[in-house]
């Protein structure tokens, strides 16, 4: 190829020491398949380090440092007259998660990585399950308000600290039929992502009523189980609730 179709990050060195997959749940979706994504089981500063010393060596300019604190970074990254990329660094659960990325993640994503930061693994899979769930279904938006009285009464029953809640949203199908068909499925999903791992152990349904269920998820290490409440809808849909995980909605 001419140098004007070559790619200037054809030579970015690649992390080869000790790696491994990235933490369960901690990449949003749309990067989980990425090539430029990896996991190290390396901490921070030492894979901070290799690129701070690679880089020049293969003709980048020092990496700049845009973001960052004791458990991630973001760098800027370029050669002379190239565009630049951005390397992400995380620590998460004992690994550092490399991703090389045409532009820095949003402040939204940054949040929401820190916040996952944090998790513990039951929580991270829990999470990152839900929010498959969101996306593969379509769920609509689900508000308190938008749930029928008698689902009111009975959260309000189950615990007086509705932000204990997280309301993840409403299928919302054509008709009842095709509503309660979704709702199977995504039950299904649940018991396929949840149980199949290592970390989850049994669930036990709750029918508190003909069209309130409680699905309760039990871990192997026996701590708090994970609740997810499917309650009707003013609307005719079935909304979904679960315990919150993240404390930023």
Do not use: C
């Not at 960052?68 to 660094?89: N, Q, V, W």
């Not at 990585?113 to 944090?118: A, C, H, P, S, V």
């Not at 949203?169 to 149980?195: F, H, Y």
């Not at 871990?219 to 919150?244: A, L, Y």
Request: charged share 25%; net charge negative; glycine share 4%.
């Amino acid at each position: 190829p001419s140098p004007i179709d070559e790619d200037p990050f054809a030579n970015f060195p690649r992390y080869e020491q000790a790696l491994t997959t990235p933490p369960s749940g901690f990449l949003p979706s749309d990067l989980e398949n990425n090539e430029n994504v990896q996991a190290t089981q390396d901490a921070l500063g030492q894979v901070t380090n290799f690129y701070k010393t690679q880089l020049p060596e293969r003709g980048f300019q020092d990496p700049q440092l845009t973001k960052g604190d004791d458990k991630f970074s973001i760098f800027e990254i370029a050669k002379p007259g190239s565009k630049s990329r951005y390397l992400h660094l995380f620590a998460v659960e004992g690994k550092t998660v490399l991703m090389l990325l045409s532009k820095p993640i949003s402040e939204t994503q940054l949040a929401r990585l820190q916040d996952i930061q944090e998790l513990s693994p039951e929580e991270r899979l829990f999470e990152s399950v839900l929010v498959s769930i969101y996306n593969d279904f379509n769920l609509q938006e689900l508000n308190a308000e938008d749930v029928t009285e008698d689902a009111r009464n009975l959260l309000t029953e189950l615990t007086n600290d509705q932000e204990s809640f997280q309301w993840r949203g409403t299928i919302s199908a054509t008709n009842a039929e095709s509503t309660q068909a979704i709702k199977s499925q995504i039950v299904e999903k649940l018991e396929q992502e949840l149980l199949t791992s290592e970390i989850f152990a049994d669930v036990r349904p709750i029918p508190f009523s003909t069209d309130i269920q409680q699905y309760t998820f039990y871990t192997q290490n026996e701590e708090k189980p994970f609740k997810v409440i499917f309650v009707p809808v003013e609307s005719g849909g079935i909304g979904i609730i679960t315990d919150r995980v993240i404390n930023r909605s």
